[in-house]
């Protein structure tokens, strides 16, 4: 399970399914 800054809100937007898809490839390259 991804969890990143879904407690904010606690909902996937689409939106926030691309920045964490985004977010997560940055830390799998880093």
Do not use: A, L, T, Y
């Not at 800054?5 to 390259?29: A, C, L, T, W």
């Amino acid at each position: 399970v991804i969890k990143v800054n879904h407690d904010s809100h606690g909902v996937d937007v689409p939106e926030d399914v691309e920045k964490i898809e985004s977010f997560m490839r940055q830390r799998n390259i880093s």
